[in-house]
Nanobody, 124 residues
Framework: VQLQASGGGLVQAGGSLRLSCAAS????????MGWFRQAPGKERDFVAA????????YYADSVKGRFTISRDNAKNTVYLQMNSLKPEDTAVYYC??????????????????WGQGTLVTVSS
């Protein structure tokens, strides 16, 4: 599975962005997907996850109510809609595939394939 994230950019606080992650491979619809982010000098942190069917989602407390993860299996794409952005949301955002385990596992080690990341910068 290969992943290509896009949609990052510079936005003012309070603004919105939608990230996309396009996946190659016919088995995309079989896998749960997640978004993580990594700010400069910090560890990569869990943001959101979605089951293969899209029926269940899970969010980090820091983004709950502001971010929405979704997927379109026909397009092999997962999205992250980010609203009410804050300067502390500034980071490189990564999408990832998890083949096994629970959607509630937030460890990076639980994910098997990663995209290259897209930079989101939120100015105050």
């Amino acid at each position: 599975v290969q992943l290509q994230a896009s949609g990052g950019g510079l936005v003012q606080a309070g603004g919105s962005l939608r990230l996309s992650c396009a996946a190659s491979g016919r088995t995309f619809s079989s896998y749960d997907m997640g978004w993580f982010r990594q700010a400069p000098g910090k560890e990569r942190d869990f943001v959101a996850a979605i089951t293969w069917s899209g029926g269940t989602t899970y969010y980090a407390d820091s983004v709950k109510g502001r971010f929405t993860i979704s997927r379109d299996n026909a397009k092999n794409t997962v999205y992250l809609q980010m609203n009410s952005l804050k300067p502390e949301d500034t980071a490189v955002y990564y999408c990832a595939v998890r083949r096994y385990g629970s959607i509630y596992s937030v460890r990076t080690q639980a994910y098997d394939y990663w995209g290259q990341g897209t930079l989101v910068t939120v100015s105050s």
